[in-house]
């Protein structure tokens, strides 16, 4: 079955500079990574996801980039804001099939004003 | 659009006793409703999946006897934990997948329900 890694588990950065959150996946049959923002005490937020057939893109201060040959994906925040610390799950799963998001492990990140 | 609802937010019962949970998708109809379990500083644990009208597939480890779902329209799902015991307190949250739409494969989540089982 698909395992997801993600990486760093705790990441601190300075408000207005950028953030990056890197997570792999093992299964090639994977096609769709949707990245979550938890804030506490509530349900994820889906911020930002990406198909297979697409390498980049980007929402405004948020950027998503995959590398479906190294099976690895990445989010990118820009211009950090105080309102951006959050815990951030990445995920993947299969579009067909049994529809199963499998989740990293999360990220918890602090912007220090 | 997209927006998922879960009552109540927090519940505590006393051990023993069994509590429902409600999820809830209020604009659109889902094909797929998802219950997870999530604990303090960790990720997302599914529990089971449920499709309208038929049995819900529990994953591995999840004792369906204990955690019945019943997936009773397009717009509702509930999760009753019977005889709650004091491991069984979590957060709970559900999450649903559109019936149609362009985009038929985003998932979105509710806003989770705190258990406390004293």
């Known amino acids: 079955g698909e395992n997801v890694e993600q990486h760093p588990s705790t990441l601190s950065v300075q408000e207005g500079d950028s953030a990056v959150i890197k997570c792999t996946y093992s299964?090639?049959?994977?096609?769709?990574f949707p990245w979550y923002k938890q804030e506490l005490g509530k349900g994820p937020q889906l911020i930002i996801d990406?198909?297979?057939?697409?390498g980049e893109k980007k929402d405004q201060r948020i950027a998503v980039t995959l590398n479906k040959t190294a099976k690895h994906f990445s989010l990118h925040i820009t211009e950090t804001q105080p309102e951006d610390s959050a815990v951030y799950f990445c995920?993947?799963?299969?579009?067909?099939?049994?529809?199963?998001?499998?989740f990293g492990q999360g990220t918890r990140l602090t912007i220090n004003p | 659009g997209a927006v998922v609802s879960q009552h109540p937010s927090w519940v505590i019962c006393k051990s023993g006793t069994s509590v429902k949970i409600e999820c809830r998708s209020l604009?659109?109809?889902?094909?797929?409703m998802f219950w997870y379990r999530q604990f303090p500083k960790q990720s997302l644990m599914l529990m089971a999946t449920?499709?309208?009208?038929?049995?819900?597939?529990?994953e591995q480890g999840v004792e369906k006897d204990k955690f019945l779902i019943n997936h009773a329209s397009l717009t509702l799902s509930t999760l009753t934990v019977t005889s709650a015991h004091p491991e069984d307190s979590s957060f709970y949250i559900c999450?649903?997948?559109?019936?149609?739409?362009?985009?038929?494969?985003?998932?979105?989540f509710g806003p989770g329900t705190r258990l406390t089982v004293t």
């Open positions: 299964d090639s049959a994977s096609n769709y």
């Open positions: 995920a993947a799963k299969a579009i067909q099939g049994a529809q199963k998001l499998v």
């Open positions: 990406i198909r297979s057939n697409v």
């Open positions: 604009d659109f109809q889902a094909t797929t």
């Open positions: 449920s499709n309208e009208g038929s049995k819900a597939t529990y």
């Open positions: 999450s649903a997948i559109p019936r149609s739409g362009v985009i038929y494969y985003e998932q979105y």
